[in-house]
Structure formats: C-alpha cells, structure tokens
C-alpha cells in the first residue's frame, strides 16, 4: 500500500519510511535510538529539513520511554540528554530545522530540572518534559505546513488574480511535500494548497540531481494526490521557463530551504540557485517556502551557511527497480548500477546558496514575508510571536 507519511509515532515506537527504495518499495525501519536515528538521517532514509528534526527528537523520545537514560541525578539525565543532542545535530549540518528543535529540547530538559529540582522524580519530570517536548515538534509541523499552503496561495492569488478560470502553472525543485515533512509539505503544500483551491494549472517537477528527490520522491507525491504534473530534467528548466505559452507558461518557481538566514539568503537543495537566476532573468516570481523552524537569524548571510558535501557514489551511481525486456517494472527486485567511470573525481555539494535579492517572497506559517522599499527582508517579524 503506497503511502505519503514519512514518519509514524506513538509514545514509545517510532517508523520512518525508507526513502532510499522509494517510488517502487515502501518500507518502515523502526528507529528508537538516537544512533539509529543518526544513521537514518545521513544515510538519507529520511530526509528534509523537518523530518530531519522530527526523526531525531522522537527517536531519542523512543529511546527515552524505553529506558535508554543511564543517569541517575538531573544534573546527569541533562548532561546525557544534552551529549545525546549534540551528537544528532551532527547528522546533517545544513539544514536548520534540526538544531532549532535540539534547542528547544534542551531548553525544555533544562527548564523540567529547574522546575523538579527538590521532587524525588527530578528524573522522570526532565525525561516526560522531553518527550513531550519532541511530540509537539511533530504535531506542529503539519500545522505549519497547512498554514504555509493557506499563505502561499493567498499570495500567488493576489500577484496573479487567480481564479477557477485564470490558474497558475509552478516549477518546484527538489522534495518538500509529505516525504520531507510530517505532512502536506511546504512548496509541495502551497502546490496541494493551489491544487485543492482549483487555482493550479499544472505543476513541473525537476528530477533534482544526484540523490532524484524530484524524479523519485515528488513525482510519486503528485501521481499519488492526482495533481496534474511533469517531471523534467533540472538542465530542462530554464528552456521551460523561456516558454510563455499555454500550458507551459509558468507563474512561480516555489522551492523549499533547508536555512534562511537573517537577510533572507537561502540554502536549499543544489541546483535552486541556478533555478533564481533562471527565474529572474524570465520574469517568473521566485517563492521560498520555510517554516519558521528553518529561519536562522543568528546567521547574518549566506556566506555564513555551512554546505554539506556528500559522497561521490551519488553521482557515479543509481539505484532503482529492474525492468523486465517487456517493459513492465519488477518492484521486487532492485538494482544498483554504475553510471560513470568511477575514478573521476566528484563534486558534490548537497545545497547552495540563493541570494536574497533573488527571492519575491518567502511564506511561512505567521504569514508572506516580502523585501522593504529597502530591498531587505525584515523576518524578525515572524519570529517575533514564536
Ligand atoms: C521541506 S524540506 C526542505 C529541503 O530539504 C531537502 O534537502 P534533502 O532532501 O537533502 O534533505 C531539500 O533541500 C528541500 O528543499
């Protein structure tokens, strides 16, 4: 049975779809320690800067609940929760999500100390403030989600006048629906926001080189919700948005960001900054989709951003399901194969880094952000009420 939800929690259990052997075969890893968890996350088995967070915080909630804690003191259980944290906020660097919810944790932790100091359970009280803690990370990123896609389509409606008559077509990149998230997605949920509104035309997807999070991932969300959808190559893209014709005629390019920074630069998957340039020179409004949870106003610019590289194998190599000599696809056999000469060397940064001045907005779950007469974002607005 296909399904669209990345992660499955109760108090104690936690599954996370491997994304590893999606479209073809949808499998569950149970994940209940921080290890594991750490694991699943660099291996991208999960990936996307919300999911990232989410499957840290609740697998270490698992391994909680289940005793994982050796510490008998509460100056000891903080000291292991906080070791724990800081080892998980290592499984990506990149994307910000996963050290704002590792400082809300702690803060929670070391506000349940504060608060239990005296109480015998000092112990217990920090552990379930935890727990508690990490469930909320969950439920509220899908509330997140839903309010970006309300935003989003507010926003393109006013820009655009749409209506069940006038539509828009969108470009996205990379993966940023339910696969990323807890559900919905962020420029995946402004597309099944446009979608369910009868305001959306036709969504284009790039297969987003090296990892195919495009091809493999949002292609299968968009078939799955029955959103009319393309999928081009990401060397496709600025000839698609060189036609300003029906249907082709596309009004936004919507991306996600793994961290938006004070002045409004963004890291997000490779290939998004190439998709800005592309968009401004054709006159196409490009849209940042970002929780607050991936906002970063420590970090002053993009120059400041650290990009994760990865492994040569991503590029040099791919896996997928065999096809038979009549065409059909055998979904219970996959196959990894070798797609370049394996001594080239290999560049592979996973993100870069989009310049403010290329954005038109970023929608978040307190509302649009847009530049000042001063070409400046100010997202010290929307953090103001967190
Ligand atoms: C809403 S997900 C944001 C972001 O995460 C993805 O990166 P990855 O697949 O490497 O985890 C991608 O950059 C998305 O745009």
């Given at each position: 049975?296909?399904?669209?939800?990345a992660?499955?929690?109760?108090?104690?259990?936690?599954?996370v779809l491997d994304q590893l052997r999606l479209p073809?075969e949808?499998h569950?890893d149970?994940v209940?320690?921080a290890e594991e968890a750490f694991d699943c996350i660099r291996s991208m088995r999960v990936r996307g800067a919300?999911a990232i967070?989410?499957v840290a915080?609740?697998?270490?909630?698992?391994?909680?609940?289940?005793?994982?804690?050796?510490?008998?003191?509460?100056?000891?259980?903080?000291?292991?929760?906080?070791?724990?944290?800081?080892y998980l906020k290592e499984s990506r660097p990149t994307a910000?999500?996963l050290s704002?919810?590792?400082?809300?944790?702690?803060?929670?932790?070391?506000?349940?100390?504060?608060?239990?100091?005296?109480?015998?359970?000092?112990?217990?009280?920090?552990?379930?403030?935890?727990?508690?803690?990490?469930?909320?990370?969950?439920?509220?990123?899908?509330?997140?989600?839903?309010?970006?896609?309300?935003?989003?389509?507010?926003?393109?409606?006013?820009?655009?006048?749409?209506?069940?008559?006038?539509?828009?077509?969108?470009?996205?990149h990379c993966n940023?629906?339910?696969l990323a998230?807890?559900?919905?997605?962020?420029?995946?949920?402004?597309?099944?926001?446009?979608?369910?509104?009868?305001?959306?035309?036709?969504?284009?997807?790039t297969e987003t080189r090296p990892y195919n999070q495009g091809s493999r991932l949002?292609?299968?969300?968009?078939?799955?919700?029955?959103?009319?959808?393309?999928?081009?190559t990401d060397?496709?893209?600025?000839?698609?948005?060189?036609?300003?014709?029906?249907?082709?005629?596309?009004?936004?390019?919507?991306?996600g960001?793994d961290r938006?920074?004070?002045?409004?630069?963004?890291a997000n998957k490779i290939g998004t900054y190439a998709?800005?340039?592309?968009?401004?020179?054709?006159?196409?409004?490009?849209?940042?989709?970002?929780?607050?949870?991936?906002?970063?106003?420590?970090?002053?610019?993009?120059?400041?951003i650290k990009i994760e590289e990865r492994k040569p194998e991503e590029l040099t190599q791919i896996s997928g399901a065999?096809?038979?000599?009549?065409?059909?696809?055998?979904?219970?056999?996959t196959a990894r194969v070798a797609i370049a000469d394996q001594r080239i060397s290999v560049w592979n940064p996973a993100f870069d880094v989009?310049?403010?001045?290329?954005?038109?907005?970023?929608?978040?779950?307190?509302?649009?952000?847009?530049?000042?007469?001063?070409?400046?974002?100010?997202?010290?607005?929307?953090?103001?009420?967190?």
């Open positions: 049975m296909a399904t669209l939800q992660i499955k929690y109760k108090r104690g259990k936690l599954l073809h949808h569950y149970e209940s320690t919300p967070a989410i915080a609740l697998a270490y909630a698992v391994e909680l609940h289940n005793g994982g804690c050796t510490a008998t003191t509460p100056e000891e259980t903080i000291a292991q929760i906080e070791s724990r944290l800081d910000v999500d704002n919810a590792i400082s809300l944790l702690k803060q929670a932790a070391r506000a349940a100390k504060r608060e239990g100091l005296a109480h015998p359970e000092a112990k217990e009280a920090i552990l379930n403030s935890y727990i508690e803690t990490a469930e909320k990370i969950l439920a509220k990123d899908l509330e997140n989600n839903t309010s970006i896609g309300s935003y989003g389509t507010s926003w393109l409606q006013h820009q655009y006048m749409l209506s069940s008559s006038r539509t828009i077509s969108v470009l996205t940023t629906g339910s998230t807890s559900g919905h997605g962020t420029a995946l949920g402004i597309i099944r926001t446009l979608h369910a509104r009868g305001l959306l035309k036709h969504a284009y997807c949002t292609s299968f969300e968009l078939i799955f919700e029955g959103i009319p959808a393309t999928l081009i060397s496709m893209a600025g000839a698609l948005l060189s036609l300003h014709k029906e249907p082709m005629n596309i009004g936004a390019v919507i991306v960001a938006v920074v004070r002045n409004g630069d963004t998709l800005a340039v592309l968009a401004r020179h054709h006159g196409v409004k490009f849209v940042v989709a970002a929780p607050t949870t991936s906002i970063d106003l420590e970090t002053e610019t993009g120059a400041d065999v096809v038979n000599p009549d065409g059909s696809i055998d979904t219970s056999r989009t310049p403010h001045a290329l954005i038109d907005a970023i929608v978040t779950e307190k509302g649009t952000v847009v530049k000042g007469a001063d070409g400046k974002f100010d997202l010290s607005s929307v953090l103001q009420s967190n």
